[in-house]
């Protein structure tokens, strides 16, 4: 019988490759749910970075991708947005919830999304992924808390000594996008231009 799944280790990172997608019920199940701070993110293919929308378009197009910086952009946004979010709309006291509500608008943003279920993040890796078969898909699972905490103590200072943006994951508290909820949605939001 060909095992279920196979698991490899490098730098930190564990593969758990799947023989078949029956398995991964089986492996959540034995395996992750004792892990609460866990949150997960599909991608239609292994091979793609964790990176985001704004990170990836300008390594594409060597960093003309949005035409302007990205505090530009989403300046840019906010006035495109204005009478547009109803009547008496919710105010949106952080850059990263303008962030949030322009990617749920399918603006280039430098947020990814997160869930706190496999299952949600498995549907969004099988939705995209090709279907010729000739790449993987996967589902990233991540300790959060853990990210957070390393990624800020590894990196505190830039080589000018001044403080260097963070890795965090944030729940925005606007209510404009029923989906976020329903999925138990999230975002991470690291140093522009780095992997996470």
Known sequence: RTKRWTETSESGVLEVKLSSWKYFTDF???RMLK???YVFRGQASARWKLEPTIDRLERKIKGQAIG???TEHLKRFKLAVRGRRGRNPAQL???NDWWALGQHHGLCTPLL???RSPYVAAYFAFIESSSDGTDDCAVWCLQHLNVES???KRRPFSQEGKQRESIEFFSPLSDENARLVSQGGLFSRGPA????
């Open 28 to 30: 959540i199940n034995q």
């Open 35 to 37: 892990y609460s701070s």
């Open 68 to 70: 302007c910086s990205p």
């Open 93 to 95: 006291p952080t850059e």
């Open 113 to 115: 999304d997160w869930t």
């Open 150 to 152: 390393f990624g800020n």
């Open 193 to 196: 231009g780095i992997d996470l």
